[in-house]
């Protein structure tokens, strides 16, 4: 697994197709995605907006841990294109501190086990491992 992070409209997306050779449309909007439709072995090549996915997972009960998990299991050379949404200031909803807590230790985990991890600032990939 691969994961590249970085702030909001840092071109993270667009670096994965570039750096990786990916066209555009094998990378799957988290947004949208639903793992129970796609098997955990069907997944796509790239994910973008894994911080959507796991907002969606938390509202619908889902332990997002596990449910990353199963998406890796399945599909283990998958590349996490996630926002970093730690920054900035401590939102006061408690739902939303939790939903920041969850993303940040969960990418805190993806970050040890990846291969690869990339940080995107003004469209520039940097590996930092």
């Known amino acids: 697994m691969i994961l590249v992070t970085g702030g909001a409209w840092q071109g993270k997306k667009e670096f994965v197709c570039q750096h ?35 907002r ?16 890796l299991d399945g599909n283990p050379e998958m590349i996490l294109i996630t926002d970093e949404i730690g920054c900035g200031i401590i939102p006061m909803d408690p739902e939303e501190v939790q939903y920041r807590e969850v993303h940040g230790r969960l990418c805190c985990r993806l970050a040890q086990s990846a291969g690869q991890v990339y940080l995107v600032e003004c469209g520039i990939g940097r590996r930092i491992k």
């Open 20 to 54: 990786f050779h990916l066209p555009q449309e094998k990378v799957t909007d988290g947004r949208t995605f639903v793992l129970e439709e796609k098997g955990p072995s069907g997944g796509p090549a790239a994910l973008d907006h894994y911080e959507a996915l796991v």
């Open 56 to 71: 969606r997972w938390i509202k619908a009960g889902a332990d997002p841990e596990t449910m990353t998990r199963r998406l």
